[in-house]
């Protein structure tokens, strides 16, 4: 399930990117989503997150119906920023490991493992 959403999602927002044209930017992004994957799969275990996307998705959808850019970019906005502030209260109150390591113990260490190199 969690890996059927994760599809839909990353369909959804790149089926709005592309509608820039902009191939360039694009492909940086596609970078950059797929190295935040493994963040992207913590949030979509929350079913309370995945209410939200929807949510949140929808607002976005009715931005690009009524071609409000202001009301599109807030959507936006407050959609990553609703991504970021879930986990970042996650990493801080679980300390988000992968196989027992942190998945970049160099910004959210696990405890007792400060000095090793992962």
Do not use: C
Request: net charge positive; glycine share 6%; proline share 3%.
């Amino acid at each position: 399930m969690l890996q059927e959403f994760g599809t839909y999602n990353r369909a959804f927002h790149f089926s709005i990117i592309e509608l820039s044209r902009m191939n360039r930017l694009s492909r940086l992004i596609r970078k950059l989503w797929d190295a935040l994957d493994i963040y992207r799969t913590v949030y979509f275990r929350d079913p309370v997150n995945r209410e939200r996307i929807h949510a949140e998705h929808q607002e976005i959808i009715d931005a690009l119906k009524v071609r409000d850019a202001q009301a599109l970019i807030r959507a936006q906005s407050n959609h990553g920023e609703h991504a970021v502030q879930a986990l970042t209260t996650r990493v801080v109150q679980r300390k988000v490991t992968v196989g027992g390591v942190s998945p970049h113990s160099d910004l959210f260490p696990v405890e007792g493992s400060a000095g090793r190199n992962h």
